[in-house]
């Protein structure tokens, strides 16, 4: 079954770091771009991130950019964002996602991970 499983989220102070991560399984991971989104309680779910499948483009929402560092390790079959200098309005459920296709139909699944909660304190 295709799955996607964030972890690395947690408590962190203003200015702090953390790094996500990201295991896919059920699929052939370096065949597709990755995406990190997040959803802060009250708002709307947001891209903050992409990359495309051997990692050399990557794109970021403006006021993430210089700050986060999406990457992917193929051979883990994983993609991490690495989160720095972190902000109150950061505070967020981040969550991974990619737009697999299924062979029998050959339309595309959205697939979404579990999320993994960031909280930065003020």
């Known amino acids: 079954q295709v799955q996607l499983v964030e972890s690395g989220g947690g408590l962190v102070q203003p200015g702090g770091s953390l790094r996500l991560s990201c295991a896919a399984s059920?699929?052939?991971?370096?065949?597709?771009?990755m995406r990190w989104y997040r959803q802060a309680p009250g708002k709307e779910r947001e891209w903050v991130a992409d990359i495309n499948t051997i990692g050399s483009i990557t794109n970021y929402e403006v006021s993430v950019k210089g700050r986060f560092t999406i990457s992917r390790d193929n051979a883990k079959n994983t993609v991490y964002l690495q989160m720095n200098s972190l902000k109150p309005e950061d505070t967020a459920r981040y969550y991974c996602y990619s737009a697999v296709r299924i062979p029998t139909t050959g339309r595309f699944l959205e697939v979404w991970g579990q999320g993994t909660l960031v909280t930065v304190s003020s």
């Open positions: 059920g699929f052939t991971f370096s065949a597709y771009a």
